[in-house]
């Protein structure tokens, strides 16, 4: 029977990523790009939602756990995405039921407009998603999927 080697991204002291495979102990102290340990990610299962609200209903749920939604609202529509549940945070989280918070885990750097619940329905008015989307900064662009969307106050 083979045996699974799982490879993860390190940062290196440059800022660059490099492909590892842990061995052993190693694999307890050594910190991954988003920040959990080698051993804590590589045994890491997550959990499948169809969306968001059932995401946060699920009091199961619990700290370094990740979550995957399928979509925001449904499934497949656009604003599926992956949440590490954390007690804290300073990013964009939504809070769950259980006082935890899924922390929206942007990836590449592109923050995509749906993954906070903006709807191109041409007539949900997304105005204060959009505020809420640039009040955080850890991410480089903010993506518009295809649609039309509808803002019925500036945004500053």
């Given amino acids: 029977m083979a045996t699974l080697i799982k490879k993860v991204k390190i940062k290196q002291a440059d800022g660059t990523y490099t492909d590892y495979i842990p061995i052993g102990a190693e694999a307890k102290n050594v910190t991954t790009e988003d920040g959990l340990s080698v051993e804590n990610k590589l045994n890491r299962k997550p959990y499948y939602f169809d969306n968001v609200e059932d995401m946060k209903n699920a009091n199961f749920l619990k700290e370094g756990d990740v979550a995957i939604t399928l979509g925001y609202y449904e499934p497949n529509d656009g604003g599926n995405a992956e949440y590490r ?32 619940g903006a709807k191109a ?34 945004i500053e």
Wanted: glycine residues 4%.
């Fill in 85 to 116: 549940i954390l007690t804290d945070t300073d990013k964009y989280a939504e809070e769950l039921n259980n006082q935890l918070k899924a922390e929206l885990i942007i990836k590449e750097g592109r923050a995509n407009v749906k993954q906070f």
């Fill in 121 to 154: 329905d041409d007539a949900t008015d997304i105005s204060d998603i959009i505020t809420k989307v640039f009040s955080y900064n850890y991410y480089s662009s903010v993506y518009f999927p295809d649609g039309n969307y509808v803002m019925n106050s500036p």
